[in-house]
């Protein structure tokens, strides 16, 4: 069984389309998270929500908008998708806010042409 | 964003030698993390460290909390060639946001 996943594991768009990534765990976790990984493997902090509340917005532009419709699931969705946006996504997921151990899902590649 | 300082960047080492990294910061923090990140995966938590001093093994993995609360150091005893991936520390702060500051990663290649 599949603690965090993501759909799609591959998204491949032109520039200024919408696109949406979902997020899922079954975990049972109330905290969940949305990174990028750049080129360079830097992993950034983008959102994370508790029971629904958005927690962190790290300086994300207003285009990305993150989505929360029960604890288990958090969707990512992007509007007029620029080339700067091409990355891995990634989901993740931990028990609370201080709950520590924080687990990832397969991540979602986005290629923006 | 703010990043942790990972040393070192990459290491090319042959089977059966052991491994060290380690992970700095200039905040305290009072959780640290060690992930392996494999090439079109998710990173996969390997060690979890909760109090300063305190030393976690898992396998021939070992990581240690810095008792500065300040670093975090992880060894790989014997390597193999599964061992090869990107290595990532993380800290979480509990105060404010809780949020994860991730090392830059040490890059890890085994020759058979």
């Known amino acids: 069984d599949t603690a965090v996943s993501q759909t799609p594991k591959y998204l491949v768009t032109q520039m200024g389309n919408d696109k949406s990534i979902k997020c899922e765990q079954n975990?049972?976790?109330?905290?969940m998270y949305w990174y990028k990984q750049d080129s360079k493997k830097f992993l950034k902090i983008m959102f994370s929500?508790?029971?629904?509340?958005?927690?962190i917005n790290e300086t994300v532009p207003n285009r990305f908008s993150p989505k929360s419709p029960d604890k288990a699931h958090l969707n990512l969705h992007i509007n007029s998708l620029e080339l700067g946006d091409s990355a891995v996504y990634f989901c993740?997921?931990?028990?609370?806010?201080?709950?520590?151990?924080?687990?990832f899902g397969p991540g979602t590649r986005l290629t923006v042409t | 964003g703010q990043q942790l300082n990972q040393s070192p960047q990459s290491m090319f080492i042959q089977e059966g030698e052991d491994v060290s990294m380690n992970c700095t910061s200039s905040?305290?923090?009072?959780?640290w993390l060690w992930y392996k990140q494999e090439p079109g995966e998710g990173p996969v938590l390997l060690i979890a460290l909760y109090k300063a001093g305190e030393l976690t093994s898992n396998g021939r993995l070992t990581a240690q909390f810095g008792i500065t609360r300040k670093d975090s150091f992880l060894n790989i005893s014997a390597s193999i060639p599964s061992d090869v991936g990107i290595y990532f520390c993380a800290g979480q702060d509990l105060r404010g946001t809780y949020k994860y500051i991730f090392g830059t990663g040490t890059r890890l290649k085994v020759l058979a």
């Open positions: 929500y508790n029971n629904k509340e958005l927690i």
């Open positions: 975990l049972g976790h109330d905290t």
């Open positions: 905040s305290i923090f009072n959780t």
């Open positions: 993740a997921s931990s028990q609370d806010l201080g709950g520590r151990e924080q687990y």
